[in-house]
């Protein structure tokens, strides 16, 4: 069955610090991979999907199909970033979206 | 526009009874899914709507239903209520059926305690 893992429950780094969330899944097909962030008190919601390839809030993944690996990145920290963040997977687009148990980010002034 | 919206924000409930929760889907959202998030988990895959149809289902027993209104909204039925339904429930609309590549907008979520 497919599963999404996310290592680490919490990580903290300090403002200006490069940050790197850990997410590794397993399934043997080509998925759909994303990462879904959750400020306080806010709702969950969509970061970036692998498909886009693209940039948010300075927030980049890359998918490495060889080391099942979608690990978030961000170069320097905020203390903006602070937040819980959901790695998840589809097995294709039609199918229904499985989340990692989250990592909680904390930024260090 | 207005965003989804979910109620009620919290209830609690007893163990055997039967609980409604609601969701008003983000305007022109033709599509939505529940999640069920466990303290300590990330959101769990109940079901989704699609104009009023079912539209895939994850793996929970069948006495948690749903209902998907012509307006598009929803909503998520548990009957005999157990002490793991103790969850956030997240409801989240989407345009277009696809459980993964539509943008999925989510509501606040109903937390539920059963006692």
């Known amino acids: 069955a497919q599963r999404v893992t996310q290592p680490e429950k919490l990580l903290s780094v300090f403002k200006g610090a490069p940050v790197e969330l850990k997410c590794n899944y397993s399934y043997s097909g080509s998925p759909e991979l994303f990462w879904y962030v959750q400020y306080s008190r806010q709702r969950l919601q969509l970061l970036l999907r692998h498909i886009s390839r693209e940039s948010i809030k300075g927030f980049t993944a890359d998918l490495n199909k060889g080391e099942t690996s979608f690990h978030l990145k961000k170069p320097f920290a905020q203390e903006e970033d602070s937040a819980m963040y959901y790695c998840a997977l589809s097995r294709n687009r039609d199918d229904k979206i499985i989340f990692g148990k989250g990592t909680r980010l904390h930024i260090l002034p | 526009e207005t965003g989804v919206t979910q109620s009620p924000t919290h209830l609690i409930k007893t163990r055997g009874q039967q609980v409604t929760l609601r969701c008003s889907s983000q305007s022109g959202h033709n599509t939505v899914s529940w999640y069920q998030q466990a303290l300590g988990q990330g959101p769990q895959f109940i079901f989704q709507y699609y104009r009023e149809e079912e539209n895939g289902r994850g793996n929970f027993p069948p006495r948690f239903s749903g209902l998907q209104f012509p307006n598009y909204s929803s909503e998520l039925n548990v009957n005999a209520l157990e002490l793991d339904d103790s969850a956030l429930y997240h409801c989240?609309?989407?345009?277009?059926?696809?459980?993964?590549?539509?943008?999925?907008?989510f509501g606040p979520g109903t937390r539920l305690t059963v006692l």
């Open positions: 989240a609309s989407s345009w277009g059926g696809r459980a993964s590549t539509d943008t999925q907008y």
